[in-house]
């Protein structure tokens, strides 16, 4: 009995340090739920050129914005309401939090 209580202390300390909370923020702002956001908005949220075209004969470009300059409330609507272009991630308030955290690491306190 005692080596199945020294097991399952040791199995639960392990299970809680698997993964650090800046680990988890960056996997998911890596692959929230399928696109990552670094993919448009880039590796540290500095926003990117997604697409170059041609309208009408004018060369523009579709452009993700920067996400690692804006506060949390902007963030916050962003990701839960219909923006032009942005997918919709059905993420937590959790989530939202630690996406925000991961963008604004001398902020994180601020957003909860």
Known sequence: MARWLLF???FLAAEESF???QEYAAQLYHNPRGIGC????G???EG???A??????VRKSFTAPAINVIAFEDF???LNGRVKGMPRYFLT???????YSYLHPKDANVSQ
């Open 8 to 10: 399952l202390a040791t």
């Open 93 to 99: 308030e959790e989530e939202r939090h630690t996406l």
């Open 43 to 45: 590796e540290h949220g």
């Open 76 to 78: 916050d609507r962003a």
């Open 19 to 21: 993964i650090t909370p």
């Open 48 to 50: 990117k050129v997604i």
């Open 52 to 57: 170059n075209y041609t309208d009408k004969g």
């Open 38 to 41: 670094n993919l448009c908005h």
